[in-house]
């Protein structure tokens, strides 16, 4: 299973971000995280797009969450930044029925466990799990 | 989910495999799974060298199970999919906050995977009895 890396740091700026009451400046979130400046840049124009964070201009400027942790479902912000995990693509060459019975029986199985389990979990699950030395 | 081919064909190989309940060869299988006979070889490799399938050799030569209550992860596994396993390979763990969501997500995966090669080739059953074939 491809469980993908957009997801992995979209989750972690958020859980990042959370710790912190005032807008908070990408480029300090990508020293935390040790990602890309860059990339956190395209990752966070995802998750203020799909509404999650909200941006903020000026020297004292950034990005903050747009609603409390407890009502960002994981489920949404995963499904935003990755597709595959919560869509199996469907196959380009002619299907046999061993194929079809592999995608119906195993691949939508495992789809839909990974759906279930992400629906039933916030953020506030996540910043719950941080270590105390994040929470400023 | 997203599959590599190999993982994929690997699967659907030994779906088939499980399904007719006997050995076949290798030119039936490629056939029945439409892959070129010379891949189904090179897949045939890995599956063989972890006990999953028996190879004979010679005119009667075919392909069998090696053993019954394989599981789809052990396929798979066998394959090379080692991205299933979450964070494979990520070298930041220490005081990630994804972590245990990746591993509780990796449980489930490993939950249905666990799914047996024959309960897997009884659902195709029902699936062909269903459609009328």
């Known amino acids: 299973m ?9 989750l972690r700026l958020l859980v990042d971000v959370s710790a912190f009451s005032s807008p908070v400046s990408l480029s ?20 203020i797009k799909a509404g999650f964070l909200l941006s903020r ?6 990005v903050l969450l ?22 199996t693509k469907p196959d380009a060459r002619l299907e046999n029925p061993y194929g079809r019975c592999v995608r119906l029986f195993l691949l939508d199985a495992v789809d839909a466990s990974v759906k279930k389990k992400l629906s039933g ?4 699950d996540l910043v719950e799990r941080q270590p105390s030395f994040y929470v400023i | 989910m997203h599959l590599s081919t190999k993982g994929r064909y690997s699967l659907e190989a ?27 070889a090179q897949l045939m490799m890995p599956l063989r060298r972890d006990g999953l399938v028996t190879a004979h050799r010679g005119a009667s030569g075919c392909y069998a199970l090696g053993r019954s209550g394989i599981t789809c992860g052990e396929i798979l596994r066998s394959a090379g999919e080692e991205r299933m396993l979450p964070c494979h390979g990520c070298g930041k763990k220490e ?25 897997l080739a009884s659902s195709l059953l029902s699936m062909q009895k269903g459609a009328g074939l």
């Open chain 1, 66 to 87: 747009a609603r409390p942790p407890k009502d960002i479902s994981l489920l949404d912000v995963v499904s935003v930044l990755d597709d595959e995990l919560v869509a």
């Open chain 2, 95 to 119: 005081g990630c906050a994804t972590e245990r969501l990746w591993d509780d997500l990796a449980s489930c995966v490993d939950q249905v995977l666990s799914l047996s090669i024959e309960e």
């Open chain 2, 14 to 40: 030994m779906l088939y495999l499980a399904s007719v309940g006997v050995g076949r060869n290798g030119k039936e299988i490629s056939q029945a799974v439409g892959i070129p006979s010379g891949y189904l």
């Open chain 1, 28 to 47: 300090s979130c990508a020293g935390r995280l040790g990602i890309s400046l860059s990339y956190l840049r395209q990752l966070a124009a995802l998750l």
């Open chain 1, 57 to 62: 201009k000026g020297t004292s400027g950034g």
């Open chain 1, 2 to 10: 491809n469980l993908p890396t957009t997801a992995r740091y979209g």
């Open chain 1, 121 to 124: 979990l916030t953020l506030a």
